[in-house]
């Protein structure tokens, strides 16, 4: 009989942030002064939500309802465990643009220059869920095919043109340091045990073997 390894617990801060009301998963963020927000997936993609975000751990939310991590899929079935990773965000405070060009295009014209400033960080955390087909692309470090269902499933204002190949570079870093860093094994969710149950890497899978 295997152990099951004491990391497998999650501790209060690696306990994913649902929302009260809808039931989905939030990302969490930390300004610069280190406060921590939460927001909507579709807040994170620049969209709206019409009720503010009322976070809670998802162990306290009755039938959350947990999407795919990666592809943003319904229905998860994996949770995975990997490094911690942040990524720094910076807020634009200040366009420049021609003034000729302003006056014929409006807010058409090109940037000639920008200023930024420090933005809140998004904290991804250690537990990454997936959907089926997603986790089959993980089982089998297929990072590339993993980068192309993500994109294929976004909408396409955030691909559209040069965007795919600075979106696609973004996710080949993130996933990269997911595939670099998984820990052995994964959890199963089922519908009492949101935060998944323990299943023991299977014999002479590749995650198991390059470990």
């Known amino acids: 009989m295997t152990l099951t390894p004491a990391w497998t617990a999650p501790t209060p801060d690696e306990v994913p942030f649902h929302c009260r009301t809808c039931r989905r998963a939030l990302h969490r963020h930390q300004a610069p002064s280190g406060a921590v927000t939460f927001l909507h997936p579709a807040e994170v993609r620049g969209g709206e939500v019409e009720h503010p975000a009322r976070p809670a751990p998802v162990t306290e939310i009755p039938d959350p309802i947990i999407e795919c991590d990666f592809c943003s899929g319904p229905n998860a079935s994996w949770v995975y465990v990997c490094a911690d990773q942040e990524s720094d965000v910076r807020i634009v405070t200040r366009r420049t643009v021609n003034l000729g060009d302003y006056q014929r295009r409006h807010h058409a014209a090109r940037t000639r220059a920008v200023e930024t400033a420090p933005g809140p960080v998004?904290?991804?955390?250690?537990?990454?869920?997936?959907?089926?087909?997603?986790?089959?692309?993980?089982?089998?470090?297929?990072?590339?095919?993993?980068?192309?269902?993500?994109?294929?499933?976004?909408?396409?204002?955030?691909?559209?043109?040069?965007?795919?190949?600075?979106?696609?570079?973004?996710?080949?870093?993130?996933?990269?340091?997911?595939?670099?860093?998984?820990?052995?094994?994964?959890?199963?969710?089922?519908?009492?045990?949101?935060?998944?149950?323990?299943?023991?890497?299977?014999?002479?899978?590749?995650?198991?073997?390059?470990r």
């Open 122 to 210: 998004q904290i991804w955390g250690e537990r990454w869920s997936a959907c089926d087909g997603c986790a089959e692309l993980i089982e089998n470090r297929d990072l590339y095919g993993l980068i192309a269902r993500v994109t294929d499933a976004m909408p396409a204002k955030l691909t559209r043109g040069k965007r795919l190949m600075s979106v696609r570079g973004h996710l080949h870093g993130t996933f990269s340091t997911v595939l670099d860093t998984l820990q052995p094994g994964r959890f199963q969710i089922t519908q009492h045990h949101p935060l998944g149950v323990w299943q023991e890497p299977q014999q002479g899978s590749g995650r198991e073997t390059d």
